[in-house]
């Protein structure tokens, strides 16, 4: 087998290789059923015990107690179907209240927008995307339905510290920084988030949704798209990934094994204090993110020129690092350090960038 490079893909990401080891083992006989999971009934027992345990371990990880109020869906169609899904269930008629900070939530608030159902409350793009507004910098529209932010903004390498309090229900896109760290539910109407950066394998969708707010889907939406459809077939509306809610289950009982979401913040802080500090050691990379504003799982920088952004990717790539050219919207470098990423990895791509700028600073 290839050595494995160090991984600091956006997403999809890495995930932690004990759970790939774990999975392969159990790839042509999971849970001693003597078949693979992609070969199980999603209406068999063995799928609902996969799925009820990733249900539990979710809402154990969220510290939600018994009679929490909150409803799990894992759905398909990534965060970019719940761009048009939260307007159509939770708008009810009047607009969703958008904070504009980087392309996604631009995203978000189109889809939104199409359906009548969304409006700006707040636009980073002067700056180009480099802070998040502090408190003072916006007030929450008038009875809007509800306000819309994306708690990590995975292009530009901004990430919220702290949830705002607001008078609607917070609709959280956290597609690129679910479970790095504890997630205050108290202030949360729904969070949604693609799998494929923290939670395991493209393809599955979570929708934590608070329970009282699904008395908002109007009658008459398709299906697919009503929340509640998901929940009164018991999350088997129609055939799930069914594989990669079970590798979700497995990246689950990982993160309990380390710590829990405690532990995914101390880990994640710790790495994200390596690279910076490193950053911001001599002034040859610089961030592109306000300090207060950067994020621990997207750690975006530049260098002097863009010829030497250009070397630096090809090189790194040469010496077994991939995935650190930053988004083709805004170039630049990333090095995308999620849960999975080891410390290792950092520790070795700090090593790279001191090497690299010794030789061409
Ligand atoms: C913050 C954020 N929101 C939404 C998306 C889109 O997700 P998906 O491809 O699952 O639709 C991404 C993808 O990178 C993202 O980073």
């Not at 329970?211 to 798209?225: I, N, Q, S």
Request: glycine residues 10%.
């Amino acid at each position: 087998m290839s050595p494995r490079p160090h991984n600091f893909n956006a997403g999809p990401a890495i995930l932690p290789l004990g759970v790939m080891e774990e999975v392969r083992e159990s790839l042509l006989d999971t849970n001693e059923t003597g078949l693979s999971v992609m070969e199980w009934s999603h209406r068999s027992p063995d799928y609902d015990a996969v799925r009820g345990d990733v249900e539990e371990r979710l809402f154990r990880l969220l510290g939600l107690e018994a009679d929490h109020g909150f409803r799990l869906l894992l759905l398909q169609g990534g965060a970019s179907l719940q761009f048009a899904m939260v307007p159509m269930n939770l708008a009810r008629g009047r607009q969703g209240a958008y904070v504009l900070t980087g392309a996604w939530a631009k995203k978000a608030l189109a889809e939104a927008k199409r359906l009548g159902l969304g409006e700006e409350a707040w636009s980073g793009a002067e700056t180009n995307f480099n802070r998040l507004p502090s408190e003072g910098d916006w007030a929450e529209p008038d009875a809007c339905a509800y306000v819309h932010l994306t708690s990590n903004n995975t292009i530009f390498g901004t990430q919220y510290k702290q949830l705002p309090r607001t008078e609607a229900p917070l609709v959280i896109d956290m597609s690129s920084d679910i479970l790095s760290g504890p997630i205050d539910m108290d202030r949360v109407g729904l969070i949604y988030a693609g799998a494929q950066k923290n939670l395991g394998p493209a393809g599955v969708t979570v929708v934590l949704v608070r329970e009282d707010l699904l008395g908002r889907t109007p009658e008459g939406l398709p299906a697919y798209l009503d929340y509640r459809a998901h929940l009164k077939a018991d999350g088997i509306y129609n055939t799930p990934n069914t594989f990669g809610v079970y590798l979700m289950g497995r990246v689950l009982a990982w993160i309990e094994r380390h710590g829990g979401l405690d532990g995914m913040a101390r880990r994640n802080g710790d790495k994200a204090r390596v690279l910076y500090d490193e950053i911001g050691r001599t002034g040859f990379y610089r961030t592109t993110a306000d300090v207060d504003s950067q994020s621990l799982m997207n750690v975006t920088f530049r260098l002097p020129s863009e010829d030497l952004e250009k070397q630096f990717v090809q090189e790194a790539k040469s010496s077994g690092f991939v995935g650190l050219k930053g988004h083709r919207s805004v170039g630049g470098c990333r090095a995308s350090i999620y849960n999975a990423c080891p410390p290792e990895s950092v520790q070795a791509l700090v090593s790279f960038m001191q090497e690299f700028e010794e030789t061409n600073g």
